[in-house]
């Protein structure tokens, strides 16, 4: 073993124990020998050899022969290795970047819902009462994020599980319908997340409208305990929404909706919202407006409201202006502004720009089926803007299911603005629609455009 002592080299040859005493060491005396001296300066001592042998004993002793034990085979076999799903985090992003904006800020106001049906929907689709609705939520995810990431495979799942939804829809509604089971929420919410699926995907043209048409069918039938305190209001006041574009974009196609028993019974109104009384208005007056396109199809003089009828229409209009503007005012609350350095257009929130919107819209019907002359041609390009000012203020906000609803207003804008570049704007707008998660709805509004643009040409209006 090498020494860890200054020894000399004989004591530590004859490996005698040395006392290290100067010249020359006691032992090294004793034995008449002569003593080389101690070592001076800084010890190396070489271990490779003992160290090396060592490490090669250690791992001769850790390594051990591991045989499979039956037991722990047997239970190995019956694990099952599943890859984690994808469903939590697509679900999560479609809540969070989509369905989140179904409640603009400030609806609640004027619908007066206690509750939204964005926190009614989770609970709704996980407690077992409904598969339909599971699925569809899964299928309109999986849609909105193969939309927003341009992923094929996400789509194909997504049409998928789209499919099997629609199955179950079908069995819950037969049922409905022998055995005069009511129409639930679950039921309701489950046809308004296919139009949400058509509105993104597209599928079949008619089957976006025939989903909404199916939502507002069953709102007639539905018990008025369904409405979960307001949930269906929020619901019915979108649903109308689309009402307004499937009306616009349908070729004078309608099915009745009985939209007077729905509020007074079903969600159990007795004073109507403004933007209910609003889109009455909007409906009856596209009613007309389609009754005008129709006429100019077949290249016939078109027939337009009388002087009578318009003036109802004016001063109902004008009523309900004048009512949303006082109530603003007694809360202090400014609708609309304008900001000269940045020439944009704010307005008090998300729903307000809606409203001001169809307000707009409702004027632009007005003249469309009316008499024009240039007093009223000149407001139109006004109505026009503050569409596109509401447009540009929804899409700044990021307010995704806004588009939906801005649908009807824009479509007007792009058909019938005096106004160039309105036009280019607007249709740009469902353009850069199509690039996202509402390519469906913004296709179906490109086709209109395309259809009677390309139609003959409009021939001169005349009295009743």
């Not at 679950?186 to 046809?191: L, P, V």
């Amino acid at each position: 073993m090498p020494p860890r002592t200054r020894a000399c080299a004989v004591c530590r040859r004859k490996r005698i124990k040395c006392d290290a005493t100067l010249p020359r060491c006691l032992m090294c005396r004793r034995l008449g020998a002569e003593c080389p001296g101690l070592d001076d300066g800084p010890l190396f001592i070489d271990m490779t050899k003992k160290a090396r042998h060592g490490m090669q004993k250690r791992k001769r002793k850790l390594f051990v022969d591991i045989k499979p034990v039956p037991e722990l085979e047997a239970r190995r076999s019956h694990v099952n290795f599943d890859r984690i799903s994808q469903q939590a985090v697509v679900t999560e992003a479609f809540y969070d970047r989509f369905l989140s904006h179904f409640t603009s800020e400030g609806d609640g106001k004027d619908i007066r819902n206690k509750k939204s049906w964005l926190h009614r929907l989770p609970q709704l689709s996980v407690d077992g009462t409904n598969d339909a609705l599971t699925f569809a939520v899964q299928a309109t995810a999986f849609s909105y994020c193969a939309a927003e990431t341009n992923n094929p495979a996400l789509a194909r799942h997504a049409w998928d599980l789209y499919g099997r939804a629609m199955q179950r829809h079908g069995r819950f509604l037969a049922r409905s319908r022998s055995a005069a089971t009511a129409v639930t929420l679950h039921m309701i919410s489950t046809s308004v997340l296919f139009s949400f699926f058509e509105a993104m995907q597209a599928t079949n043209v008619d089957a976006y409208r025939s989903h909404v048409y199916g939502a507002a069918k069953m709102f007639e039938v539905t018990d008025p305990r369904q409405c979960s305190e307001g949930v269906l209001c929020q619901i019915f006041f979108h649903i109308r929404t689309q009402l307004a574009f499937a009306q616009l974009t349908s070729n004078g196609e309608r099915t009745a909706i009985d939209v007077k028993k729905i509020l007074h019974d079903t969600l159990d109104y007795e004073e109507l919202p403004i933007f209910q009384r609003l889109t009455t208005q909007f409906t009856k007056l596209a009613d007309a407006y389609n009754e005008v396109e129709s006429s100019v199809a077949r290249s016939k003089r078109t027939h337009v409201l009388d002087v009578e009828h318009l003036q109802v229409f004016e001063d109902e209009i004008k009523s309900l202006w004048d009512e949303y503007t006082e109530s603003a005012a007694r809360s202090g609350d400014i609708l609309t502004w304008h900001e000269p350095s940045t020439s944009t257009t704010h307005f008090r929130d998300g729903f307000t720009a809606l409203t001001v919107a169809y307000f707009s819209a409702t004027r632009l019907l007005l003249f469309l089926t009316g008499p024009q002359h240039e007093a009223s041609h000149s407001g139109l390009a006004d109505d026009c803007r503050s569409i596109l000012q509401a447009a540009l203020y929804l899409q700044t906000c990021s307010v995704g299911c806004a588009y939906m609803r801005m649908a009807a207003p824009l479509l007007l804008v792009a058909l019938h603005t005096p106004v160039t570049k309105q036009k280019m704007v607007a249709i740009d707008c469902f353009r850069s629609w199509a690039q996202g998660s509402m390519r469906g709805i913004s296709d179906m509004a490109l086709e209109t455009i395309q259809r009677k643009q390309s139609g003959p040409p409009e021939v001169e209006h005349m009295w009743l």
